[in-house]
């Protein structure tokens, strides 16, 4: 009887155990999820850009070099939309395509009364064999000095094989006819970006 009454308590331990070991494999697992989605968040925010959105700001206004001979201020575009966009570099892969879709759209950008310019850190003579080469029908700001860049707050620090630099994260902004900033695009994906911001601009006719 004792034996059977010992071997009872032995079995009752086991079972606690095997509960508590359970119990805990539990604990250690969700910790584990709340440790991944807290990472994962912040790998996601990380990933976003850390610039101030400028959305209902008037637009930083400058007079710029372009191409063409042209000394361009968004106050040349009184009543008109403008959107511009800032890229990298001239003739690298990714501006060249973006300049090509906008070039692609550019007429029906002009039926809604807006206006194309496309901005950089390159010089002007730079952006006028650019614009040449890929025929596109809108000027090309030369912000060398990065007053322009600056002030839209899209000099940001990026890294290539490991150095960190700072340099133009792709972005466009949309500025209505007085001078306001309706729209912003950070850390632009070149594929499908122009048609997007062609629909933004034709839905402005519909609001």
């Known amino acids: 009887m004792a034996k059977l009454k010992k071997k009872t308590q032995l079995k009752k331990v086991k079972a606690k155990k095997k509960v508590a070991k ?38 930083p206004d400058f007079v710029m070099p372009s191409t063409g001979g042209k000394n ?9 939309n403008v959107v511009l966009y800032f890229y990298p570099k001239d003739n690298t892969p990714g501006c060249t395509l973006e300049g090509h879709d906008f070039r692609r759209l550019s007429a ?17 003579k730079s ?7 890929c025929e596109f ?21 990026k890294s290539l094989y490991g150095r960190k630099y700072e ?11 007085h001078g306001r ?4 695009w950070r850390k632009v994906k070149v594929d499908g970006h122009a048609q997007e911001v062609l629909d933004f601009v034709k839905s402005l006719a519909r609001a």
């Not at 969700?30 to 637009?59: C, D, N, Y």
């Not at 029908?137 to 620090?157: G, H, S």
């Open 22 to 59: 359970k119990k805990a494999a539990v604990r250690k697992k969700t910790v584990k999820r709340a440790e991944t989605v807290k990472r994962t968040s912040a790998q996601k925010k990380a990933a976003g850009s850390s610039a101030s959105s400028m959305i209902g700001k008037a637009a």
């Open 127 to 133: 952006h006028e064999g650019f614009r040449a080469k």
């Open 108 to 124: 029906e950008f002009d039926d809604e009364n807006t206006v194309i310019l496309g901005a950089s850190k390159d010089s002007v």
């Open 137 to 157: 029908p809108f000027d090309l700001i030369a912000d060398e000095d990065e007053k322009l860049c600056r002030a839209f707050d899209v000099i940001q620090m």
């Open 181 to 184: 900033i309706l729209k912003e």
């Open 167 to 177: 340099g133009i994260e792709r972005s466009t902004f949309v500025i209505d006819g």
């Open 72 to 80: 361009l201020s968004f106050k040349d575009f009184a009543g008109k």
